[in-house]
């Protein structure tokens, strides 16, 4: 296929831990006080201690509504964001091919990238990689280490492919990924795989309308329309099909 997303360099991405693992879930607690915590507040901050995997389910996704299809694990890599990588970017991109043919080039372990999602021209949304892990998908390892990579079914010389439902979608989809994570919704922060550092991809292209994303993306902030997204990075949630 003819899909855009760079490799992250496969062999130098390896895997790269840091070592924060002296910070116990006791002293986390130990640090606010002495008050005694809800159990709900205990349960947010496991989930925030540096060090603690986070469980995985099969099937799980990050955005309600998405259908989880697993990407080969030669695409991308094991990690435990955003403790071990802070998470401060969205990228977007095209799949110059259809939507079939981007799924099949992710689960192909000899394609080397692979994106979190793939957003199709009717709006549906795929997940193929957890937000916890690193996607090869940006061509450049920091890039890779602190963004989220979303897909977009289509050509860049074809603004007819950038549907109204897409366009709906996807920034229902980078809203909801910009809430979990604290990302500010601006174009320094949410931006296209042209513009990654050392990239010889040009999409989303010159038809991609960021204007009219933006203000989607923002409205979609503000109104809390982010299609439900998971209450934390590492929680299960069933995959679905719809929107």
Not at 66 to 87: E, L, Q, T, Y
Not at 113 to 127: L, S
Not at 207 to 234: E, I, K, N
């Amino acid at each position: 296929m003819g899909a855009k997303s760079g490799s992250a360099g496969g062999a130098g991405d390896g895997d790269r831990r840091i070592g924060r693992r002296a910070l116990l879930v006791g002293g986390t607690a130990a640090a606010l006080g002495t008050a005694v915590l809800a159990r709900d507040e205990l349960a947010r901050l496991w989930w925030r201690t540096p060090g603690v995997e986070k469980p995985r389910e099969e099937g799980a996704v990050d955005y309600a509504g998405a259908r989880w299809v697993a990407a080969s694990d030669a695409n991308w890599r094991r990690a435990d964001r955003p403790d071990d990588f802070g998470i401060d970017m969205v990228i977007v991109h095209v799949t110059q091919g259809s939507f079939a043919s981007a799924v099949k080039a992710f689960q192909d372990p000899g394609h080397k990238a692979a994106t979190h999602y793939i957003v199709g021209q009717d709006g549906h949304v795929t997940q193929m990689i957890r937000e916890l892990d690193v996607a090869y998908h940006a061509g450049n390892r920091d890039y890779n280490e602190r963004s989220v990579g979303i897909e977009h079914e289509g050509f860049v010389d074809r603004p007819r492919d950038f549907t109204a439902a897409m366009y709906a979608a996807s920034a229902r989809l980078t809203a909801g990924i910009c809430a979990r994570y604290g990302i500010p919704v601006d174009r320094e922060h949410i931006i296209g795989h042209v513009e990654v550092p050392g990239t010889d991809h040009t999409d989303p292209g010159p038809h991609w309308d960021w204007d009219r994303y933006m203000r989607l993306v923002r409205r979609a902030v503000t109104s809390g329309t982010t299609g439900g997204p998971s209450s934390a990075p590492g929680s299960a949630r069933p995959s679905g099909t719809g929107v």
